[in-house]
């Protein structure tokens, strides 16, 4: 977990456990996707207004962290970060996309190794979650809040913003896989237990569909592969 991948500038990837450790690698903006393109130009149905389906706490951010709300589009959104380290270095970050529709202390606790190893942590509320204002769009919107969260940080005056990384798991490396195919700030991209492809969940997965299942674009527009 505490890994972390990099692109380089030429396209190919290194795994390094040390945060500082690849300070000579530039900054590669991704192109842009035809899944992008076509996102950019679609607008989601949504025929349910409805929150993110799954019961949350409102925590407390432990010691070493706040809470901080970034904006995505006109949402402002809660998101809990890592405290300024008492030095005056810039730091690498990482945004942790949790598992499952909403947000608990323990996601925190899971980005911890990140921190061990030297980076600054966000851990993103997303639209519609732990009392968010918009809606739950089950993988269309999120994604945008996902490429917020790193404009976030890249105006953090402790990050180095030519270092910002994204990872997730389960629905949030699922989040991962397709916040990639747009272009960000990320430097790279991490998924543990995420899925290319989104329309058997979405099906059959028990949580309400917001958006209208006639349009095959709707789908297309929710997977990395379809």
């Not at 380089?8 to 500082?20: H, K, M, Q, R, Y």
């Not at 990050?159 to 991962?176: A, E, M, Y």
Request: with cysteine; hydrophobic share 35%.
């Amino acid at each position: 977990l505490a890994a972390a991948m990099v692109q380089a500038s030429d396209g190919n990837f290194n795994v390094t456990g040390n945060a500082t450790s690849d300070e000579n690698l530039s900054y590669s903006k991704p192109s842009t996707t035809r899944f992008y393109e076509e996102k950019s130009s679609f607008e989601t149905n949504l025929i349910k207004l409805i929150p993110a389906p799954q019961k949350y706490t409102d925590g407390v951010p432990p010691a070493g962290a706040k809470e901080v709300f970034y904006q995505s589009g006109d949402l402002s959104l809660k998101a809990w970060l890592s405290e300024k380290p008492a030095d005056d270095d810039k730091h690498p970050a990482v945004v942790f996309a949790h598992g499952g529709f909403s947000f608990a202390e323990s996601e925190w606790e899971a980005g911890q190794e990140f921190i061990d190893h030297g980076y600054i942590l966000m851990t993103p509320m997303l639209r519609g979650e732990n009392g968010n204002p918009g809606y739950f769009e089950y993988f269309y919107g999120e994604v945008d809040d996902l490429v917020a969260a790193a404009d976030y940080l890249a105006n953090v005056s402790y990050v180095d913003k030519s270092r910002i990384f994204l990872c997730g798991h389960s629905i949030g490396g699922t989040l991962s896989i397709l916040s990639s195919l747009m272009p960000t700030r990320y430097r790279a991209a991490a998924s543990f237990g995420g899925m290319p492809t989104t329309e058997d969940l979405i099906l059959h997965g028990g949580s309400p569909i917001p958006f209208d299942t006639k349009d095959k674009k709707e789908f297309e527009l929710r997977s990395a592969i379809y």
